[in-house]
């Protein structure tokens, strides 16, 4: 084997390499942030649809979630699984319904599943929110371009005003939220126009109700109110690592 043939073997070995990393997706940014800094393959985000749906339904009691509509994601997005008569709505959220600020390393994490049952109210205002996310996020957006599109979207009229008594439960011990607290705590959450978030009182010593900091660009303020019951109706602990979460 001549010296030209050995460097043409190198020089495609090397290219070889290259195309094969610049086509891995997900990739982690560094060994401080483990997670994928975009989108993972589709399929780590998908789940079997009976599990979808009975994981969906556990984000709030049975007397509830028996007859909510259920949304499952399948590859071109949320779909109606089942059809509910009562006006909540059901679903399981993925790791892009998080931030977009530096302090949301799990934007990417295919291990989030968030089961939440919105209320008629909400229902009108945060299920859209969740389809223009999850459009982008399939389309193959980053994390900057979906802030960037929702953005756009909001100022087209595409997301609903928020509507007056808008809450979500999400009371499901088989939930992961993240990979720090699991399924946290069973709790509440309630949506409000920004300009109404002072009147809650959050955040202030001895104060049940956590949140209420902007969400931008999202014209949202979310406030969290943890309770002591599972939707199955067992109990579940007062506290979780010491933590609070916002959503």
């Given at each position: ?6 460097q ?7 290219m070889l ?5 610049a086509a891995?997706?997900g ?13 993972a393959?589709l ?14 339904r556990?984000?709030a009691?049975?007397?509830?979630a028996k ?38 390393p799990?934007f ?11 209320n008629?109210q909400?229902a009108?205002?945060?299920v ?12 193959g ?10 953005k756009?979207?909001?100022e ?5 005003a928020i509507?007056p008594s ?6 499901s ?11 946290w ?8 126009a ?8 959050a955040?202030l010593?001895?104060?049940p109700i956590i ?13 969290l109110?943890?309770v002591?019951?599972?939707s ?8 979780m ?7």
């Amino acid at each position: 084997m001549n010296e030209r043939t050995i460097q043409t073997i190198a020089f495609a070995t090397v290219m070889l390499v290259a195309a094969l990393c610049a086509a891995r997706p997900g990739r982690a940014a560094d060994a401080k942030n483990p997670y994928p800094t975009s989108m993972a393959p589709l399929d780590q985000y998908l789940m079997n649809r009976n599990a979808e749906i009975t994981l969906a339904r556990s984000a709030a009691p049975p007397s509830i979630a028996k007859d909510a509509t259920v949304l499952v994601l399948g590859k071109d997005g949320y779909e109606t699984a089942v059809k509910g008569t009562n006006g909540f709505v059901c679903n399981v959220d993925r790791s892009w319904m998080d931030r977009f600020d530096e302090n949301s390393p799990e934007f990417w994490n295919p291990r989030r599943r968030g089961p939440v049952c919105y209320n008629p109210q909400a229902a009108k205002t945060i299920v859209p929110l969740v389809m223009i996310r999850t459009r982008l996020a399939l389309a193959g957006k980053s994390k900057a371009e979906i802030k960037e599109g929702l953005k756009a979207a909001i100022e087209k009229g595409e997301l609903p005003a928020i509507e007056p008594s808008g809450m979500s439960f999400m009371l499901s011990k088989q939930g992961h939220l993240n990979d720090h607290d699991g399924h946290w705590l069973p709790h509440l959450m309630f949506y409000v126009a920004p300009k109404d978030a002072e009147t809650w009182g959050a955040n202030l010593p001895n104060s049940p109700i956590i949140g209420g900091s902007p969400r931008d660009p999202e014209p949202i303020s979310i406030f969290l109110v943890t309770v002591d019951k599972w939707s199955d109706g067992t109990d579940a602990p007062s506290k979780m690592n010491d933590s609070t979460k916002e959503n």
